[in-house]
T-cell receptor
Framework: NAGVMQNPRHLVRRRGQEARLRCSPM?????VYWYRQLPEEGLKFMVY????????ESGMPKERFSAEFPKEGPSILRIQQVVRGDSAAYFC?????????????FGPGTRLLVL | SQKIEQNSEALNIQEGKTATLTCNYT??????LQWYRQDPGRGPVFLLL?????KEKRKERLKVTFDTTLKQSLFHITASQPADSATYLC??????????????FGRGTSLIVHP
């Protein structure tokens, strides 16, 4: 059973460009979470999604950031018009139904660098 | 405000000794507490979960205690090995959101085990 997959692992963007981060949860997992981690800081929750639904987006900036988890395909975290402050590691985690949130399986992360 | 505190200074110990890491929290009524391990450049890996009504939990060389009066959890690794060197994250979750608990992470404590 493959783990949580994220791609790309590294992404370089210039200010003003768009960044698209993809996350494929573990097989059978219906809950996806996105976190951001800055150097020397803890993981900060951004958004929690189930298939085709955003359940909690309280940690996601209101502007420029959006997330989706379509019926088919990976979950996407989209950052429009990136700024240098968006540079961070973005982690996706998934959990199975019935144990939602209690045991989260993390992907390897996408390291975004904004020049 | 809610706060999770982990020692920011690295813990250096000799191989074979017991490592003890601390997680303190304020203004929380957690339903459960988790410990994760994170290696450089990788996503966190779930280790143990302990619920509010549990005092202690063990898994192989790992032991976690949870004192809701002191608002503290201790994480022990017995017979430590250099391979245990990593950053250890504490995470707390309280009220469920849409059926899923969203954990809040501490910044983590780096453990270095010297051969």
């Amino acid at each position: 059973n493959a783990g949580v997959m994220q791609n790309p692992r590294h992404l370089v963007r210039r200010r003003g460009q768009e960044a698209r981060l993809r996350c494929s949860p573990m097989k059978g997992h219906s809950h996806v979470y996105w976190y951001r981690q800055l150097p020397e800081e803890g993981l900060k929750f951004m958004v929690y999604l189930q298939k085709e639904n955003i359940i909690d987006e309280s940690g996601m900036p209101k502007e420029r950031f959006s997330a989706e988890f379509p019926k088919e395909g990976p979950s996407i975290l989209r950052i429009q018009q990136v700024v240098r402050g968006d540079s961070a590691a973005y982690f996706c985690a998934s959990s199975p139904p019935g144990l939602a949130g209690e045991t989260q399986y993390f992907g390897p992360g996408t390291r975004l660098l904004v020049l | 405000s809610q706060k999770i505190e982990q020692n920011s200074e690295a813990l250096n110990i000799q191989e074979g000794k017991t490592a003890t890491l601390t997680c303190n929290y304020t203004n929380y009524s957690p339903a459960y507490l988790q410990w994760y391990r994170q290696d450089p450049g990788r996503g966190p890996v779930f280790l143990l979960l302990i619920r509010e009504n549990e005092k202690e939990k063990r898994k192989e060389r790992l032991k976690v205690t949870f004192d809701t009066t002191l608002k503290q959890s201790l994480f022990h690794i017995t017979a430590s090995q250099p391979a245990d060197s990593a950053t250890y994250l504490c995470a707390l979750a309280s009220d469920p959101s849409g059926g899923s608990y969203i954990p809040t992470f501490g910044r983590g404590t780096s453990l270095i085990v010297h051969p």
